[in-house]
Nanobody
């Protein structure tokens, strides 16, 4: 099993920046890809960014050029650097992980492949 804990959320003005962190523990070597989802009130949960074990990344169109996902394997942590934040970015952000036993033929992986989830961290942009 893998446990994921997000941190770094908060309140930021439009145009500002924020960096989210997701610390993984447990069977970290079973992780294939990691990603960030977000969910705003009344809206579907959407995939924001994904990074694979090989370093390939994928971003939602709405955040391309503004957000960057990265991994620090030594710290078992994935980050989401969010720049030029907009009010539309306001949501609860969730870290999620795809285990290695799911075969990904495309990036991003299918939502059903994310078996591990963090508790979420609130990001509010005004």
């Amino acid at each position: 099993q893998v446990q994921l804990v997000e941190s770094g959320g908060g309140l930021v003005q439009a145009g500002g920046s924020l960096r989210l962190s997701c610390a993984a523990s447990g069977d970290i070597f079973s992780i294939n890809a990691m990603g960030w989802y977000r969910q705003a009130p009344g809206k579907q949960r959407e995939l924001v960014a994904v990074i694979t074990g090989g370093g390939s990344t994928n971003y939602a169109d709405s955040v391309k050029g503004r957000f960057t996902i990265s991994r620090d394997n030594a710290k078992n942590t994935v980050y989401l650097q969010m720049n030029t934040l907009k009010p539309e970015d306001t949501a609860v952000y969730y870290c999620a992980a795809v285990p290695i036993w799911h075969t990904m033929v495309v990036v991003p992986p299918s939502p059903s492949m994310f078996d591990y989830w963090g508790q979420g961290t609130q990001v509010t942009t005004n």
